[in-house]
């Protein structure tokens, strides 16, 4: 028993042993310190009325939690629930795993964990919203790795470059930029402001399948782990070749007669 305090002590989950007479009625037998600490409640509140945890459990989702909980007893069935509970007015998430068994007296006797998931939770709801961004973005996004390999691109990077994912994969990205000697200098340089100030702004020339080029407005971060070494790359690009077109539409308005398309006074005053 001693042993089963300390253990029940330290592990990072709420340990409760509930059980359930024929009349239906449910008392808790043991309930942890961690378990405790979760609700916010002393153990002396919840052996006087187990209802002080299921009344914390948040209104929308009680009714569904109960019911479920209930299930699981009555067909001695393994549970295993997410749920939402209040506690001192905030929103927070728990598990609860539990394994029920009848007693030769007819009680059903409930053994299960508790755990508070809320960061999990949190950090699951900011991978879906980073997941939908990079899927819907308008921007062209590729992920690489830390020899600037491409591992992945959203739809709108395999539209503007041409090529399939599975073209793109395994590649660095020179395979989307023109091939010259000063394109080379140009990434050096650019890895380089990379690895010394920690991202980099500008403006490339990207050479897609087709043999197309369009200007695209990039930023590289890196994305780095605890120890700070490099794990992936992430590459933004925005395709600015309307833009292009329209600062040349306006330059040469603004420099040529529209009618004849000879140079106007301002072009010959300047020259």
């Given at each position: 028993?001693e042993?089963?305090e300390?253990l029940?002590?330290r592990i990072?989950v709420?340990?409760f042993?509930l059980?359930q007479?024929l009349?239906g ?7 942890s ?8 409640l002393s153990?002396?509140?919840i052996y006087a ?11 929308e989702?009680?009714?569904e939690?109960?019911?479920?909980t ?8 393994p549970m295993r629930?997410?749920?939402r509970v ?9 598990r609860i795993?539990?394994?029920s068994?009848r007693?030769p007296n007819g ?8 755990t508070?998931?809320t ?6 709801f ?7 961004v ?15 390999r ?6 709108s990077?395999i ?5 399939t994912l599975s ?10 930029l023109p091939p ?8 050096r340089?650019?890895?380089q402001e990379?690895m010394?100030?920690g991202?980099?702004?500008g403006?490339v020339?990207?050479h897609s399948?087709?043999?197309?080029e369009r200007?695209?407005q990039?930023?590289?971060v ?6 700070g070494?490099?794990?992936r790359?992430?590459?933004?690009g925005?395709d600015?070749s309307?833009?292009?077109?329209r600062?040349?539409r306006l330059e040469?308005?603004?420099h040529?007669d529209s009618?004849?398309q000879?140079?106007n006074?301002?072009?010959l005053?300047?020259r």
């Open positions: 028993k042993r089963y300390n029940v002590q990072p709420g340990v042993t059980r007479t009349d009625t449910i008392t808790y037998e043991y309930v310190p961690r378990l405790c600490e979760i609700y916010n153990d002396k509140a009325d187990p209802k002080a945890i299921s009344d914390c459990w948040h209104e989702d009680r009714a939690t109960i019911r479920l209930a299930e699981a007893r009555a067909w001695l069935r629930l997410d749920t209040i506690i001192n007015g905030q929103e927070r998430w728990i795993e539990s394994n068994t007693l009680d059903i006797l409930c053994d299960g964990v508790q508070d998931i960061e999990s939770r949190r950090n699951e900011e991978q879906r919203i980073a997941a939908s990079f899927k819907r973005s308008y921007d062209s996004i590729l992920i690489l790795d830390d020899q600037h491409i591992i992945n691109a959203n739809p990077a539209r503007l470059s041409g090529y073209e793109l994969r395994g590649h660095t990205v020179d395979l989307l010259s000697s000063q394109a080379v200098n140009f990434q340089a650019i890895w990379v010394t100030t991202a980099w702004q403006e020339t990207m399948h087709n043999q197309t200007p695209l990039v930023s590289i890196p994305v780095r782990n605890n120890k070494a490099i794990l790359y992430i590459v933004v925005t600015v309307l833009l292009k077109a600062e040349a040469r308005l603004a040529f009618l004849t000879l140079p006074r301002y072009l005053t300047d």
